[in-house]
């Protein structure tokens, strides 16, 4: 009864939230009124959906555990690895009341999700339409009720597609900091994307030359990491690692020659279509499979659609999506690590897209 107490005042505090917004006009009422359903599916993760101990989200509890340490200052006894302890202690500043049931966090993490939909609708002013399709992606509506790192790494890369396109440092440098920390392959790969997006579309020289020299001088000490991280054995060491996760432990090694281009462009196809409507093992899975189509004729309406708006600027921002979701398709092997990791990939990515066609084009996104 105690748990179902708490988790009805969390929820509570984020139909409050939502009241706000809506009177500031970040929300319209529609939105307030979705926010509020799909917000309200934390209830059934946890002991109903799900268990605490299970192979799904069984990370979630050492979330929950020290995120609830951090927030009375007990970082020393934060779970042990990098990338909770960094999640756990930015968690730990988010409003929200209770943290002592297994479904808290995912409370907290809806918080995080309805301010980042104001901020998409209400200061970017990103179509309705594409908001409406935010809020009901079905990957969202699980990830953000779950606990886990998943919707801070969604944020994260949201916030930086949003300040490189702008010009802005805070956005562009603080982003990519915590992601270094909580999931370094992705800052990576945003790292190319500032670079090469500066390179491109940056109008002024000043930044262009600030941007580069910014990211030489902090890249200095972590050199050596950077080369290692961003070379095909680590790519291989990855690949082998996620093998034997899934049971795999006798799994051969990439090979490095012409036919990983083949690879590559096969597992981006994978990254779209896992798991597959032909091959799920359970309901989750095929919802999941189902999702996958619906995602993917979005992602080639958008591309079709901005393809005769910009081909320049289209085939840069898809190229880069394509690099990402063919590395992460080579490399994963599991659907379900594959869709969670799709989910902040994904709508960051079709977010910027939008949103900087929506900034540099002046046209409607709609029309």
Same mark, same amino acid.
Request: proline content about 2%; glycine content about 2%; hydrophobic content about 55%.
């Given at each position: 009864?105690?748990?179902?107490?708490?988790?009805?005042?969390?929820?509570?505090?984020?139909?409050?939230?939502?009241?706000?917004?809506?009177?500031?006009?970040?929300?319209?009422?529609?939105?307030?009124? %979705?926010?509020?359903?799909?917000?309200?599916?934390? =209830?059934?993760?946890?002991?109903?959906?799900?268990?605490?101990?299970?192979?799904?989200?069984?990370?979630?509890?050492?979330?929950?555990?020290?995120?609830?340490?951090?927030?009375?200052?007990?970082?020393?006894?934060?779970?042990?690895?990098?990338?909770?302890?960094?999640?756990?202690?930015?968690?730990? =500043?988010?409003?929200?009341? =209770?943290?002592?049931?297994?479904?808290?966090?995912?409370?907290?993490?809806?918080?995080?999700?309805?301010?980042?939909?104001? =901020?998409?609708?209400?200061?970017?002013?990103?179509?309705?339409?594409?908001?409406?399709?935010?809020?009901?992606?079905?990957?969202?509506?699980?990830?953000?009720?779950?606990?886990?790192?998943?919707?801070?790494?969604?944020?994260?890369?949201?916030?930086?597609?949003?300040?490189?396109?702008?010009?802005?440092?805070?956005?562009?440098?603080?982003?990519?900091?915590?992601?270094?920390?909580?999931?370094?392959?992705?800052?990576?790969?945003?790292?190319?994307?500032?670079?090469?997006?500066?390179?491109?579309?940056?109008?002024?020289?000043?930044?262009?030359?600030?941007?580069?020299?910014?990211? %030489?001088?902090?890249?200095?000490?972590?050199?050596?990491?950077?080369?290692?991280?961003?070379?095909?054995?680590?790519?291989?060491?990855?690949?082998?690692? *996620?093998?034997?996760?899934?049971?795999?432990?006798?799994?051969?090694?990439?090979?490095?020659?012409?036919?990983?281009?083949?690879?590559?462009?096969?597992?981006?196809?994978?990254?779209?279509?896992?798991?597959?409507?032909?091959?799920?093992?359970?309901?989750?899975?095929?919802?999941?499979?189902?999702?996958?189509?619906?995602?993917? *004729?979005?992602?080639?309406?958008?591309?079709?659609?901005?393809?005769?708006?910009?081909?320049?600027?289209?085939?840069?921002? *898809?190229?880069?999506?394509?690099?990402?979701?063919?590395?992460?398709?080579?490399?994963?092997?599991?659907?379900?690590? %594959?869709?969670?990791?799709?989910?902040?990939? %994904?709508?960051?990515?079709?977010?910027?897209?939008?949103?900087?066609?929506?900034?540099?084009?002046?046209?409607?996104?709609?029309?």
């Amino acid at each position: 009864m105690n748990t179902l107490v708490s988790d009805l005042v969390n929820y509570i505090s984020l139909l409050i939230l939502l009241y706000y917004l809506f009177k500031k006009n970040y929300l319209n009422a529609v939105q307030v009124i %979705l926010l509020a359903i799909t917000s309200a599916t934390p =209830f059934f993760m946890f002991n109903f959906l799900f268990q605490i101990d299970s192979t799904y989200f069984g990370d979630a509890e050492f979330y929950r555990w020290s995120v609830q340490k951090a927030r009375f200052l007990n970082y020393d006894e934060l779970y042990h690895t990098k990338d909770i302890r960094w999640t756990a202690i930015i968690y730990s =500043f988010v409003p929200i009341i =209770f943290l002592d049931t297994p479904n808290s966090l995912g409370f907290l993490c809806k918080f995080i999700f309805i301010i980042l939909m104001a =901020f998409c609708n209400g200061i970017l002013k990103i179509d309705k339409i594409y908001i409406y399709l935010f809020i009901l992606y079905p990957s969202a509506i699980l990830y953000t009720a779950i606990g886990t790192k998943d919707t801070l790494v969604f944020l994260m890369m949201t916030l930086f597609f949003i300040g490189t396109v702008r010009n802005n440092y805070v956005l562009i440098f603080i982003p990519l900091f915590i992601l270094y920390n909580i999931k370094l392959h992705n800052a990576l790969f945003l790292i190319i994307v500032l670079f090469s997006y500066t390179l491109f579309f940056s109008k002024n020289y000043k930044f262009f030359f600030i941007n580069i020299s910014s990211i %030489l001088l902090i890249s200095i000490p972590f050199l050596p990491k950077i080369i290692d991280l961003a070379s095909f054995k680590q790519l291989n060491n990855i690949y082998l690692y *996620f093998k034997y996760v899934d049971g795999v432990s006798n799994s051969k090694s990439l090979i490095y020659n012409y036919e990983i281009i083949y690879d590559f462009l096969i597992s981006s196809i994978f990254f779209y279509l896992s798991p597959s409507i032909f091959d799920f093992q359970n309901f989750f899975q095929l919802i999941q499979s189902l999702e996958n189509i619906i995602i993917l *004729f979005l992602v080639l309406f958008l591309f079709l659609v901005f393809l005769s708006k910009n081909i320049f600027r289209t085939l840069f921002w *898809f190229s880069h999506l394509l690099f990402i979701s063919g590395v992460y398709g080579l490399v994963v092997s599991n659907p379900g690590t %594959l869709v969670r990791y799709k989910f902040s990939i %994904l709508l960051s990515y079709i977010i910027v897209i939008i949103y900087d066609f929506q900034l540099n084009n002046k046209t409607e996104l709609n029309k």
